[in-house]
């Protein structure tokens, strides 16, 4: 059901879906440090990594490579509040849409909230790892493994979620106008 409420939430999600793509068409490729080509990844975008990944990855990108991925992590700190309020924004649209589920489930709001933060551990981790490049620390790399797949793995649980909750409220809503078709035949 269209309500006030879920008008204002489909327009905050209409407005970060759109700086989302803007995120994705033009800063991102701007500062990127992904070679596609080579199929190499930023330590962002990977499950996990250990030492001599970290090692071989900044000797491949270089001290230029280095410096724009200083520069790409800075840019990833207003990217991750964009993805976080999003995910946070369309949860609670579907959260609204499913009545007494939705009211049980309020604390999934909180998902999003949990990402951005090991998003934010992330980036710093990776921020402490490019300054000290010549001698990585173990425990940072270790932990800065663990974060980015802590990231992922909520990451994976937040979008399992969207896509049961949005399956939820269209069975739900086609259920009711089958109901509605029904009593008006009979």
């Given at each position: 059901?269209?309500?006030?409420?879920?008008?204002?939430?489909?327009?905050?999600?209409?407005?970060?879906?759109?700086?989302?793509?803007?995120?994705?068409?033009w800063?991102?490729p701007?500062?990127?440090?992904?070679?596609?080509?080579?199929?190499?990844?930023?330590?962002?975008?990977?499950?996990?990594?250990?030492?001599?990944?970290?090692?071989?990855?900044?000797?491949?990108i270089?001290?230029?490579?280095?410096i724009?991925?200083?520069?790409?992590?800075?840019?990833?700190?207003?990217?991750?509040?964009?993805?976080?309020?999003?995910?946070?924004?369309f949860?609670?649209?579907?959260?609204?849409?499913?009545?007494?589920?939705?009211?049980?489930?309020?604390?999934?709001?909180?998902?999003?909230?949990?990402l951005?933060?090991?998003?934010?551990?992330?980036?710093?981790?990776?921020?402490?790892?490019?300054?000290?490049?010549?001698?990585?620390?173990?425990?940072?790399?270790?932990f800065?493994?663990?974060?980015?797949?802590?990231?992922?793995?909520?990451?994976?649980?937040i979008?399992?979620?969207?896509?049961?909750?949005?399956?939820?409220?269209?069975?739900?809503?086609?259920?009711?106008?089958?109901?509605?078709?029904?009593?008006?035949?009979?």
């Amino acid at each position: 059901m269209i309500t006030r409420k879920n008008k204002q939430l489909l327009l905050i999600i209409g407005v970060l879906s759109m700086l989302l793509i803007a995120f994705y068409v033009w800063l991102m490729p701007l500062f990127d440090v992904n070679h596609h080509n080579t199929g190499l990844q930023i330590l962002d975008l990977r499950h996990s990594y250990n030492k001599n990944a970290v090692i071989q990855f900044f000797s491949t990108i270089g001290e230029s490579g280095i410096i724009q991925y200083k520069t790409f992590i800075f840019v990833d700190f207003v990217y991750l509040f964009v993805y976080g309020a999003l995910a946070f924004f369309f949860l609670k649209f579907l959260l609204n849409n499913l009545e007494r589920l939705g009211i049980v489930l309020q604390w999934a709001l909180w998902l999003p909230a949990l990402l951005m933060i090991l998003d934010i551990i992330e980036n710093i981790n990776i921020l402490v790892l490019l300054k000290n490049n010549a001698d990585l620390p173990e425990f940072n790399v270790q932990f800065g493994s663990a974060a980015t797949t802590l990231k992922w793995i909520s990451a994976a649980v937040i979008i399992g979620m969207v896509m049961v909750f949005a399956l939820i409220v269209i069975v739900r809503n086609v259920f009711i106008k089958i109901r509605k078709t029904l009593k008006l035949i009979i």
